[in-house]
C-alpha cells in the first residue's frame, strides 16, 4: 500500500550537488585572472566558454530543484530561507561567469606590479568559495540531524569565519581598487573593464557569504 | 452447504493473503529502508511477529467487529442469512483491497470490513437501518479520525524529544544510553501488557489490571537494566570522535527499530488479521451448521489459519512491497523510524485493547506525517497525504454497496 507517497524527494542532496556545480564556476576564475595577466586572449575565450557551460548547467540544477517544490510540500526549514540560498548560490556562477565575459572584451595590459595584489584578491575569493561548499556539503547530512547537535554548531562557526573572509577579501578588493585608479599608467577602458571585473569578484564573495547567512537561518529558524 | 464453507475457508485465505502481501510492509519498510535489515532478515521476523499477533491478540477485535455494529441476536432465526451475509463482506472488502492496490491508495481492510457489514446489514430482510447500532458506528468511525490523530501527535512529541535530549545535547552519546534503554523497555513493557491483559485466555494471567501493571512494571526495569548494562559496555571505554557521534547515535536507534518493528507487526497481527477473519468467523460457524450464539468464539486455529495466511503472502508478494516502500523511504533515518513505528504501534495496541477496530496503515500515516511536521523529513507531500483521506472517506460507501450486491446475489441463488 502506498502510503510511502507521502515521503517527498528529499531537495537537499540537489541543493548539494548545485553547491558543487556552482563552486565549480568559481574554481575556473583564477585560470582566468593568470590568462588575463598573461595576456592570452585565445585561452580567454575557451575558458569562457567552459564557464558559460559549467554555468548553464548549474542554472539547470537550479531548474529542476525549484520544480520540486511547489507549496504542497512541507520543508523542515523555512521555505524563503531554502529559495533564497538557491537564488544567491545562482547569483555565485552568474558572477564568475560575468568575470569570464568582461575578461574576453579586450586584451589588456596591467603592469607587473599589480598582478601580485589582483591574485591575492581572486585568490581570497576562492578561498570564500571553497569554504561555502566545504559548508554546503553538510547540508545533507545536517537535515538527517534535525539541523541540531555537534554538526550544526560546527557549520555555525565555520559561516562566521566565511563572514570573516569576506570582509577580508573587501581589504583586498580596495586594496587593488586604488592601486589601479591611482596611477597613471591606463588608459579609461581598461580600468572600466579591471573595475567590471573586479566587482564580479566581489560579488561571488558577497553572495557565497549571503548564501551562507541563508543556512545559518535554515540552522536557527528551524 | 459444504461448498460455501469452502468459499469462506477460501476467501479468509485470500484475504490474509492479501493482507501478507501489501500491508505488511507497514512495519518493515522503515526498517530496510534505513538500512538496519536486510530484507529476508525483516522478512522472518515480520512472518513470526504478525503471527503472533493475530494468534495472541487478535480475538479481541474480531468480536467487536461481528457484534459491534449488527447484534447477532437479529439473525437468530436465520442464520443462514447470516453466513452468506459475512461472506458477502468478505468478499466485498477483498475486491475493493485489490481495486485500492491496483490504484495504488492505501485502504483499510478494516474500514472495508466495517463498510460491508453496514451495506449487508442495511440490504438483508431481517436487517434494516433500524438493528444496526449507530452509536457503536459513530464510536468505530470517530476512532478512525482519533487514531491516526493519536498516532500524529504522539510520534511528533517522541520525534521532538529524541531532538531536545539526544541528537541536540552536547553529549549524544551519553543520552543515548538513557533513551534507547529506556525505548526497549517501553516496548517490552506494553507488549508485555497487551499480550495477558485480556488476551489470549490460555496465557492471560489471572490478575487484576493493577497486578499486571506492577508484573509490567518489573519487566520494564530489569530490561532497562540489561540494556543499559550492554549499551554501557558497548561505549564505555571507546571514545568516539565528535564526527562519528551521530553515526554511532543512529546505529543504536537502528537496533532499536528492529524491536519497535517486531513490535508493530505484532500489533498489526493483532488488529488487521482478525478484521479480516472476523467476517468469515462468522459464516463459517454458521455453514459448518452450527447455530449462532450470542458470543460464539473465535477458535485459536483460525487466528492462527489467518497468520499463516499472512506469512504465504509475505513470502510470495509481500517482499516486492516492503523493498519498493523502503526504497522510497530511505529519507527516513533510524531515529525517525523509531519514532513513527513506536507512536504507531502502541496507539494500535491501546485501540485493539479497548476493541476499536482501527486501521494500521492510517495510524502510520499520520505517525509519519507528526514525524514530518516535527521537521523530521526532507520534504513532507502534503497532497498525498489529501489523496489518502479521501480514499478514506470513499472506503465506506464503496464496500457497503459491493457487499449489498453480492450479498443480494448470492441469497437469490438455491443453496442446498
Redesign the interface.
Known amino acids: 500500500m502506498d502510503w510511502a507517497g507521502i515521503v517527498g524527494k528529499s531537495p537537499f542532496l540537489p541543493m548539494v550537488e548545485h553547491a558543487k556545480k556552482v563552486h565549480e564556476c568559481v574554481l575556473k576564475v583564477r585560470p582566468v585572472a593568470d590568462a588575463v595577466l598573461a595576456g592570452k586572449i585565445d585561452e580567454l575565450t575557451e575558458l569562457q566558454h567552459q564557464m558559460s557551460k559549467t554555468e548553464f548547467e548549474a542554472d539547470q540544477l537550479k531548474d529542476l530543484i525549484r520544480q520540486s517544490l511547489p507549496t504542497r510540500f512541507f520543508l523542515p526549514v523555512n521555505r524563503d530561507d531554502m529559495t533564497n540560498f538557491l537564488t544567491q548560490m545562482d547569483r555565485i556562477a552568474d558572477d564568475a561567469e560575468d568575470f569570464a565575459v568582461v575578461a574576453t572584451f579586450r586584451k589588456l595590459a596591467i603592469p607587473a606590479e599589480l598582478h601580485a595584489d589582483f591574485l591575492a584578491f581572486v585568490d581570497k575569493v576562492v578561498e570564500v568559495s571553497s569554504a561555502l561548499l566545504e559548508v554546503s556539503e553538510h547540508l545533507a547530512q545536517l537535515q538527517k540531524q534535525a539541523f541540531v547537535g555537534p554538526e550544526a554548531e560546527e557549520v555555525l562557526l565555520k559561516i562566521q569565519q566565511i563572514a570573516h573572509m569576506e570582509w577580508e577579501s573587501d581589504k583586498l578588493s580596495r586594496k587593488f581598487a586604488r592601486r589601479y585608479y591611482s596611477e597613471n599608467w591606463a588608459d579609461p577602458v581598461t580600468i572600466i573593464l579591471l573595475d567590471k571585473m573586479c566587482r564580479a569578484l566581489a560579488g561571488i564573495a558577497d553572495h557565497a557569504e549571503n548564501v551562507a547567512k541563508n543556512l545559518r537561518l535554515m540552522i536557527l529558524r528551524k | 452447504m459444504t461448498l460455501l464453507l469452502v468459499i469462506a475457508v477460501g476467501l479468509g485465505f485470500y484475504k490474509a493473503w492479501t493482507i501478507g502481501a501489501?500491508?505488511v510492509?507497514?512495519g518493515m519498510?522503515t526498517v530496510v529502508g534505513a538500512g538496519t535489515l536486510t530484507l529476508k532478515q525483516a522478512i522472518i521476523l515480520a512472518s513470526v511477529f504478525e503471527f503472533l499477533g493475530a494468534f495472541l491478540v487478535g480475538q479481541h477485535v474480531t468480536e467487536t467487529i461481528k457484534g459491534g455494529i449488527v447484534p447477532m441476536e437479529t439473525f437468530v432465526s436465520n442464520p443462514m442469512v447470516f453466513g452468506i451475509g459475512m461472506l458477502s463482506v468478505a468478499a466485498a472488502s477483498a475486491i475493493w483491497l485489490n481495486i485500492?492496490?491496483l490504484l495504488?491508495?492505501?485502504?483499510s481492510v478494516t474500514q472495508a470490513t466495517i463498510g460491508g457489514i453496514l451495506g449487508f446489514a442495511l440490504v438483508s430482510p431481517l436487517g434494516g437501518p433500524k438493528c444496526i447500532q449507530w452509536s457503536a458506528l459513530g464510536g468505530i468511525a470517530l476512532s478512525w479520525i482519533i487514531s491516526p490523530l493519536t498516532g500524529a501527535v504522539f510520534a511528533y512529541v517522541l520525534y521532538r524529544c529524541i531532538?531536545r535530549f539526544v541528537?541536540?545535547?552536547?553529549h549524544?552519546v551519553y543520552f543515548a544510553r538513557t533513551a534507547v534503554p529506556l525505548g526497549f523497555s517501553a516496548t517490552l513493557g506494553i507488549l508485555f501488557l497487551s499480550a495477558t491483559y485480556k488476551g489470549l485466555p490460555a496465557i492471560t494471567i489471572n490478575l487484576p489490571f493493577y497486578g499486571l501493571l506492577l508484573i509490567a512494571a518489573g519487566i520494564c526495569a530489569i530490561s532497562y537494566a540489561i540494556s543499559w548494562y550492554v549499551v554501557e559496555l558497548r561505549v564505555r571505554d571507546r571514545r568516539i570522535r565528535?564526527?562519528d557521534?551521530?553515526e554511532v547515535i543512529e546505529r543504536w536507534f537502528g537496533r532499536l527499530q528492529v524491536i519497535t518493528a517486531c513490535y508493530m507487526s505484532f500489533a498489526h497481527g493483532g488488529n488487521d488479521v482478525a478484521s479480516a477473519i472476523g467476517p468469515l468467523a462468522g459464516s463459517m460457524h454458521v455453514f459448518s451448521g452450527q447455530a449462532i450464539g450470542t458470543h460464539s468464539s473465535i477458535s485459536p486455529w483460525l487466528m492462527a489459519f489467518g497468520g499463516a495466511g499472512i506469512v504465504i503472502g509475505l513470502a510470495t508478494m509481500g517482499y516486492k512491497?516492503i523493498a519498493?516502500?523502503g526504497h522510497?523511504?530511505t529519507?527516513?533515518?533510524p531515529s525517525r523510524g523509531f519514532a513513527a513505528a513506536f507512536a504507531t504501534a502502541t496507539t494500535v495496541l491501546t485501540c485493539s485493547k479497548l476493541g476499536l477496530p482501527i486501521s494500521t496503515?492510517f495510524v502510520?500515516?499520520g505517525a509519519?506525517?507528526g514525524v514530518?511536521?516535527a521537521?523530521?523529513?526532507?520534504?513532507?507531500?502534503?497532497?498525498?497525504?489529501r489523496?489518502?483521506l479521501s480514499s478514506w472517506v470513499v472506503t465506506i460507501p464503496i464496500s457497503a454497496i459491493l457487499a449489498g450486491s453480492i450479498y443480494w446475489l448470492l441469497i437469490s441463488i438455491p443453496w442446498r
Not at chain 2, 495504488?104 to 485502504?107: A, E, I, K, Q, T
Not at chain 2, 521537521?375 to 497525504?385: E, F, K, N, P
Open positions: 501489501n500491508d510492509a507497514n519498510a485500492a492496490t495504488s491508495r492505501p485502504v531532538v541528537l541536540k545535547s552536547r549524544p565528535l564526527k557521534r551521530y512491497v519498493t516502500v522510497k523511504i529519507e527516513i533515518t496503515t502510520m500515516v509519519i506525517t514530518g511536521l521537521r523530521g523529513l526532507a520534504s513532507l507531500d502534503l497532497r498525498v497525504i489523496q489518502i
